[in-house]
């Protein structure tokens, strides 16, 4: 690795975010349903939530209530996501199917569903605000089940498999794995053939996440599945850890930037009471956003765009729901489709890139790697932080999501927050010609927010969203000083993970259409970080990035820079079918 480049990336270990502390969460539940929450701690978490009842924020009356059966249905990795430090996939094949189905009953009560996994989370916010730690003291250990085309036919039979309307899924990845862009030779270490999971002869029948805050706690569920699934004639077709990153890196994927920040909220609520919202809203109903956003820069998504059978979003109007789905059998309702690919990322090639573009550029290497992501390492946004990273914009959730791509970006009005100063940060301006924030960056490219696109005003991006559950996997080599040649040369990348309910209008779409186009949605190159392109095996592709003097400099990208090694179309199923038709009961 050359000398610069090396520097630039052992500088990462300074990182740092300035995470808020002392607010006040308003509480929107009461305490009866605090004590019956589970963690132990009720006086602790009504310390760092306000008395005041939080006042019902806007909510529009097609927004679909979940009943306690139905929020003990979903599987609580879709909605509201795990979001633990510590997860291993396994990646399962069936052999004797009576077998299988057995496993897949006994299995069925240790999944982890939606209502558990929201009553953690509000919590674990409430102290996170308060106490402005990372890791406020709360643990769990969750986990969630998916299954392949070929594993749901194997369990339920080839009639309910066929019904499934996803033709990508019904595919499976390695069979679309060119169409993505993949290598087309199979010499190359990114065709499919080359997969350690996932390809022509190795695909998986299941694929189970376990996710725990303690690596303890992590191995003994792990072990004591894999045990149940060896007694079943389950092989394990591959296993793979993932953790978050250690240090001023948490949260982090590998090239060193913080990831996850930009996530959409899932319309909705719960019976427990009227203002208990599956993703907790910010905006006071005077703001005239509040209808369409939970909080600044969080769009606010009908769930029938993440869970089949749902009301889901409209291509024109975000405010109206579209008809819900019905090309599922009728067991598969609330569940999801998952995307899993694990992704190889060169580290040590990203900032050579950054470093050799940065000169030709006029620049820093972290300024030029910042404009191909479109955020700083800490995860402040480039359009509300141009010039230089900005600790206590990336600390803020309230801002650091908050901009827009055409438009001047106006303030938001929140509900009170006692202890929350407010937005003081620089505020987002336009930036229509991307001269700020690359229209080749990858956070522009894979969500063009309120810029139209080429199909269309910048509602149908609503339909383009995800739940993305992903975890970095590997040793880390961002923040490490003079590493030694083993370090350098050892794998490292992210187990991506997304949840949507079309394969084909999100995540395809999204890969294909957008991350690696030259062209769409805006002319200026591919998506530097995932968009490949496979032109009879020439993958070079190329970026328009903006210099110091305002002209355009192109900047071709000779490697992949993240290399596809494994994954799989998988279906997450609810609940209630692990113990009924999944199951042969």
Known sequence: MRADAAAALAALAETRTALLSGIELPSPVDGSVLEASGTGQPDLIREATSARRAPVPQALPDEPVYDAEAAADIQG???????????????????????????????????????????????????????????????????????????????????????????????????????????????????????????????????????????????????????????????????????????????????????????????????????????????????????????????????????????????????????????????????????????????????????????????????????????????????????????????????????????????????????????THRPATEDLLGQVCPFAGHIRKVNPRDSGTDFGAPADTFLRLMLRRGIPYGEPLAGVADPPPELESAERGLLFAAYMASIEDQFEFVTRRWANSPVQPHVGGVDPIIGQRDLRGDRRRTVDLPAADGSTTTIELPEDLVTPTGGGYFFAPPISALRGPLSGA
């Open 77 to 423: 990795n879709i909605v509201p996501g795990f979001n633990k430090d510590h997860q291993e996939f396994l990646f399962l094949r069936f052999g004797d199917l009576d077998d299988a189905r057995e496993w897949v009953g006994w299995m069925a009560p240790r999944i982890t569903a939606m209502d558990e996994v929201l009553d953690f989370r509000r919590e674990f916010r409430a102290l996170r605000l308060w106490f402005g730690v990372r890791e406020p003291g709360l643990t769990a250990t969750w986990t969630a089940v998916a299954f392949s085309f070929p594993g749901i036919a194997a369990l339920a039979g080839d009639a309910d498999a066929q019904a499934f309307g996803d033709q990508s899924f019904r595919q499976g990845l390695a069979e679309r794995s060119t169409y993505l862009g993949d290598p087309t030779d199979p010499a190359q270490r990114g065709h499919r053939a080359n997969w350690l999971v996932g390809g022509p002869d190795n695909e998986a029948d299941a694929l189970v996440i376990v996710a725990a805050d303690d690596p303890k706690g992590l191995a003994a569920a792990v072990e004591e599945i894999l045990d149940e699934a060896v007694a079943q004639g389950i092989t394990l077709l591959h296993g793979q850890r993932g953790d978050t990153l250690p240090g001023n890196l948490q949260g982090h994927e590998h090239f060193g930037f913080k990831d996850g920040i930009s996530q959409p909220g899932v319309r909705g609520r719960r019976s427990t009471s009227p203002s208990d919202h599956l993703t907790p809203r910010f905006l006071d109903a005077g703001d005239p956003h509040a209808e369409l956003f939970a909080k600044p820069g969080q769009p606010l998504v009908w769930p029938g765009q993440f869970l089949l059978g749902e009301p889901r979003q409209h291509h024109q109007d975000p405010k109206t729901p579209a008809p819900a789905s019905t090309a599922f059998p009728d067991w598969a309702r609330r569940g999801s489709y998952l995307v899993c690919r694990r992704l190889d990322q060169d580290v040590a090639g990203f900032w050579e890139l950054a470093t050799t573009a940065a000169a030709a550029v006029g620049t820093t290497p972290v300024r030029l790697a910042s404009m191909l992501v479109g955020r700083w390492p800490s995860g402040a946004p480039l359009l509300r932080s141009p010039a230089a990273d900005d600790a206590a914009l990336a600390g803020d959730e309230f801002a650091n999501n908050h901009f827009l791509f055409d438009d001047d970006t106006r303030s938001s009005v929140l509900v009170d927050l006692p202890g929350y100063p407010g937005d």
